[in-house]
């Protein structure tokens, strides 16, 4: 294999394609040996929210297009309530509606995310093809597949594989700005920017790429251009409103503690987090390969744009994770993840030029002790939840409304409400409605801060029961005893000690994650205790 820079390999855009296919197949053997592919949708608290959302988006532009948007998600809320359009943008469930069209299934959606992660390794590629040799930048386009981190997001259906993949294709299209300045250009990089943010707000680190990289370039005659400015226009006009919209429910998520507290506990957590999702191997060597760039983007070579902006995205994305209190997760890293990889296998690529002959082998060398250091394989077990509602789920009859509650937490309401979705043959109106115990039988906010029972008594609660015509509950006893809420045990003991109305209907067992399993018992309403109750 040469081992020349890309810029002058006529094999370069045949190589981006042999990343991305060999990528994409990694990742679906990944996610089908792994347990992704049979799972339910809990193996993040987010995770059902996102399905459900992107399955709403698919049932309006299939069947609800007639009828006034903001009417069909508040219904469709009603009967699944884990839609989180508001909580988050709309990027990717349009992406993931459009996608679901012509197959309504969990399965699709994960070969979703596992295309656009096979897409971003081939980026990376293409972006590390234009600064190092070609075996280098194949290496650093395959860890962008290969890192457990990366494996993990292939398992769940997420958005933060779409905004890392805009976010590149923006850094990309700020970069060619940078090289050859015009309106077409800068438009670019403002309509893609808009589009991550519109996916995810933490691509509101991309707003710092031109400022930062026009100062390490040195580009200051660039600041007298209109084109310049103009690439704010689009953000302002697309992603603007929305972001000013959703504000307030945006700031449900956030975690109100002051400033001065969440800085030094983010980097704690992320200092320790970054070493043990890249290895101090690859670390180390990022960290070097960072500061070669930073070097490359002030000395006015020819790829110094591309070395400032992906420092820019690295810089960006430290301070969104660092400044921004939307919690601890080793995810928020994954925007930085292409910049990283880029710098450290440009520091591997760099060592091996001392090896003369030698070179390839200590390339491989290196990729393989970097690769070993963080083999760990994550697997994904969640079972159990979507078998209990397919057991439940009535007989289609014309005009008979079926309503059940759930209790658990996030993760088991997730799982039941999503799966009860994707089961239900009708969605839009539904003939089936599932509530959620943590909003009928308490409340809190978004982040379960200020919790509340709602009932004082267990007679109160189980007469909420016959209000809502609640027929099946499921009540989730999985969850460690430290993470269940009292409502849940008010719950369970209220429909124990009322045999009259509630019977057991069958114990399902379920799994959480691996080695983490429990039951989830299913109680049907006694036919002869069904009660009459106004809508």
Request: proline share 6%; charged share 15%; glycine share 6%.
């Amino acid at each position: 294999m040469d081992v020349t820079p890309m810029t002058q390999n006529p094999l370069r855009r045949r190589c981006t394609w042999l990343v991305f296919l060999i990528s994409l197949a990694l990742n679906l053997t990944f996610v089908a040996r792994q347990g992704g592919w049979s799972s339910d949708l809990g193996g993040d608290p987010d995770e059902a929210a996102h399905a459900v959302t992107s399955l709403m988006v698919r049932d309006y532009l299939a069947d609800g297009w007639h009828r006034s948007p903001m009417s069909f998600a508040t219904q469709y809320y009603a009967d699944f309530p884990k839609v989180a359009l508001g909580h988050y943008p709309p990027g990717f469930y349009i992406l993931a509606g459009l996608w679901l069209l012509p197959w309504v299934s969990v399965q699709s959606l994960l070969i979703l995310q596992s295309i656009l992660s096979a897409a971003l390794s081939a980026l990376t590629y293409r972006l590390a093809s234009k600064m190092m040799s070609v075996p280098a930048a194949f290496m650093a386009g395959l860890l962008v597949t290969l890192l457990p981190a990366s494996l993990k997001q292939n398992q769940l259906v997420m958005s933060d594989g779409l905004m890392v993949l805009l976010s590149i294709l923006a850094a990309m299209s700020w970069k060619d700005y940078l090289n050859r300045p015009s309106f077409v250009r800068s438009a670019g990089f403002g309509l893609l920017a808009a589009a991550a943010i519109l996916t995810k707000g933490s691509a509101m680190a991309l707003c710092v790429i031109p400022p930062l990289t026009t100062i390490q370039c040195s580009r200051w005659h660039l600041l007298k251009k209109v084109s310049w400015w103009f690439s704010a226009v689009p953000v302002a006009i697309l992603a603007g409103p929305w972001m000013l919209y959703s504000a307030k429910i945006t700031a449900e998520g956030m975690i109100h503690v002051p400033l001065h507290d969440f800085v030094p506990a983010a980097l704690t957590f992320y200092s320790h987090e970054l070493p043990r999702m890249l290895g101090i191997l690859f670390t180390l060597s990022a960290v070097i390969g960072m500061a070669l760039l930073m070097k490359k983007s002030r000395a006015q070579q020819s790829d110094s744009a591309l070395s400032a902006t992906l420092c820019s995205m690295l810089v960006g994305t430290l301070l969104i994770i660092l400044l921004i209190p939307a919690g601890l997760a080793g995810r928020y890293l994954l925007p930085a993840l292409p910049a990283l990889l880029v710098g450290a296998m440009l520091t591997a690529d760099r060592v091996s030029l001392y090896l003369g002959r030698g070179r390839l082998a200590g390339l491989a060398a290196i990729f393989v002790l970097g690769a070993v250091e963080v083999s760990e394989i994550p697997s994904k077990d969640v079972h159990g939840f979507g078998s209990a509602v397919l057991k439940s789920l009535p007989a289609p009859q014309e005009g008979r409304a079926v309503y059940w509650l759930i209790a658990s937490d996030p993760r088991g309401e997730g799982a039941v409400i999503a799966a009860a979705a994707f089961a239900c043959p009708k969605r839009s109106p539904s003939p089936l409605r599932v509530y959620r115990g943590s909003k009928e039988l308490g409340s809190s906010d978004w982040m379960g801060r200020g919790y509340q029972a709602a009932f004082a008594s267990q007679d109160q609660l189980l007469d909420h029961l016959d209000k809502l015509r609640i027929s099946r509950v499921f009540v989730d006893l999985s969850a460690p005893a430290e993470r269940q809420q009292p409502h849940e045990r008010q719950l369970l003991a209220a429909i124990n000690l009322a045999p009259d109305r509630w019977q057991l209907a069958f114990e399902q067992t379920v799994t959480r994650r691996p080695g983490e399993t429990g039951v989830l018992r299913v109680y049907q309403r006694s036919p002869s205790s069904i009660h009459s109750s106004p809508d």
